[in-house]
């Protein structure tokens, strides 16, 4: 019977018992290729799984051309709707702060609009009453030219204003008033047992009233202060030169 090249048959020892060449111990350096057995392995191929285990799934196929466009589609149209929704939401953001920044803008343009409204309302009134003021000097000038007889109009007015219970009533006129008084106021005058006197002081029209218990001053000037402050016209130089 043959061996194989380079294993060699070892005696054995003297004094042991005979046995199967089978039953020794073979060394390691006898052994050529071997493999460990495990129960169940029989019938496998190498690498397969054990019986009864499950099979892993297969790979996913690779993905076609077909398959890349329809993901680059589904892709730009995710963004545009992504984009899209953003670009709404940063529009109405603009939109609402536009709308507050042109509500601040008109009402402040409205308020400095009203302000220089009210300033030209004002300067218009008073330029309205000036003008009424100039208008009134003229027209009181003029009847005190044509018509001199409104002084005894006057006097009978201040007479007639002076406290019933009042004494000693004297009436001031200018000289060239005297006259148109004394015929015109006659009736005002001997009703309260006044005298009337020439005053050169005065000015054509004034008519001065005095009594125990005080005076009234008739006079242009003073009549005329009070009808600017009736208008709301402070007294000024225009007004002065208006003045009859």
């Known amino acids: 019977m043959s061996t194989k090249?380079?294993?060699?048959?070892?005696?054995?020892?003297?004094?042991s018992k005979a046995g199967s060449a089978y039953t020794r111990f073979i060394p390691r350096e006898e052994l050529g290729d071997f493999a460990s057995w495990t129960p169940g392995a029989?019938?496998?191929?190498?690498?397969?799984p054990p019986a009864g285990a499950k099979a892993a799934p297969p790979p996913p196929p690779e993905p076609t051309a077909a398959d890349w466009h329809a993901r680059i589609a589904?892709?730009?149209?995710?963004?545009?709707?992504d984009g899209y929704?953003?670009?709404l939401a940063a529009l109405e953001n603009f939109k609402a702060s536009f709308a507050q920044q042109a509500t601040a803008q008109v009402g402040a343009l409205l308020e400095a609009f009203d302000r220089q409204t009210e300033q030209l309302d004002a300067q218009l009134a008073d330029?309205?009453?000036?003008?009424?003021?100039?208008?009134?000097?003229?027209?009181?000038?003029?009847?005190?030219a044509t018509n001199p007889q409104i002084v005894a109009t006057v006097a009978s007015e201040a007479v007639n204003a002076v406290m019933l219970s009042a004494r000693h009533v004297v009436v001031h006129v200018h000289p060239q008033d005297l006259p148109l008084v004394a015929?015109?106021?006659?009736?005002?005058?001997?009703a309260r047992g006044a005298r009337l006197l020439a005053e050169p002081g005065l000015a054509r029209g004034d008519v001065v009233v005095e009594s125990d218990v005080g005076h009234i001053d008739a006079r242009v000037a003073a009549r005329w202060a009070?009808?600017?402050?009736?208008?709301?016209?402070?007294?000024?130089?225009?007004?002065?030169e208006a003045a009859p």
């Open 5 to 15: 090249p380079g294993i060699r048959n070892i005696p054995p020892p003297p004094n």
């Open 42 to 48: 029989f019938g496998n191929p190498a690498g397969a």
């Open 74 to 81: 589904a892709a730009r149209q995710a963004g545009y709707q």
């Open 85 to 87: 929704r953003d670009g």
């Open 127 to 144: 330029a309205l009453a000036r003008t009424a003021v100039q208008l009134a000097a003229q027209v009181l000038r003029h009847e005190l």
């Open 183 to 190: 015929e015109g106021a006659e009736e005002a005058l001997a």
């Open 226 to 240: 009070q009808a600017l402050a009736t208008l709301g016209v402070a007294e000024s130089p225009a007004a002065d």
